[in-house]
């Protein structure tokens, strides 16, 4: 369980040192018309958290969800959805509900405490999740994507798959901050 809690714990360690003493103006640069600012990042991470955290705390505060050990051996539709959302990955096209608002220019306007404080609060309740997880059998318990209704992952790919994302994320706003103070 470590494991999975870790990448959730670096990716608030990293977005919390990139963003100390950041301007609201630094946080909502965005590289290009197309890339997305610190703050947009942070938006997206906590619009899918907005999704999947109520799923994930549901399955393991069941009461009658099945126990186990692992290691959990998962299929080759999980294993390939963990792998796409890990860093270093090919980016692909973000679903409309999943995306931050619609900016036009090299500016967003996202809020940079609210957004940061939103982070904070979902990434310990992503760690609670983990935590709590142990000892429940994380192939055995399967969770519907909010978003694509027709995905349906066991736990423990969501688990993993959403640390990655949000590995992916923060890695996506320090190449923001290191483009956009290049550019200054």
């Known amino acids: 369980m470590t494991d999975l809690a870790a990448a959730y714990i670096e990716a608030r360690e990293r977005l919390l040192t990139l963003t100390d003493g950041m301007t609201h103006e630094a946080y909502n640069a965005k590289p290009s018309e197309s890339s997305w600012s610190v703050g947009e990042c942070v938006v997206h991470l906590n619009t899918i958290a907005k999704g999947y955290l109520p799923a994930l705390e549901a399955a393991v505060a069941d009461p009658n969800a099945p126990r186990g050990t692992g290691p959990f051996r998962y299929g080759w539709a999980g294993r390939k959805f ?103």
Not at 82 to 98: E, I, Q, S, Y
Not at 130 to 140: Q, T
Not at 141 to 158: A, C, D, E, N, T
């Open 82 to 184: 963990v792998d796409m959302l890990r860093p270093g990955t090919r980016a692909m096209p973000t679903a409309g509900a999943m995306k931050p608002p619609e900016t036009a220019g090299l500016v967003s306007e996202i809020d940079l405490d609210r957004s940061l404080t939103r982070f904070r609060e979902d990434i310990d309740r992503y760690v609670a999740v983990v935590e709590a997880a142990d000892g429940l059998d994380l192939a055995a318990i399967k969770i519907r994507s909010p978003f694509l209704k027709l995905m349906r992952f066991q736990l423990g790919v969501f688990l993993e798959a959403m640390g990655q994302h949000c590995l992916r994320h923060v890695g996506q706003a320090e190449r923001a901050v290191a483009a956009t103070q290049g550019a200054a």
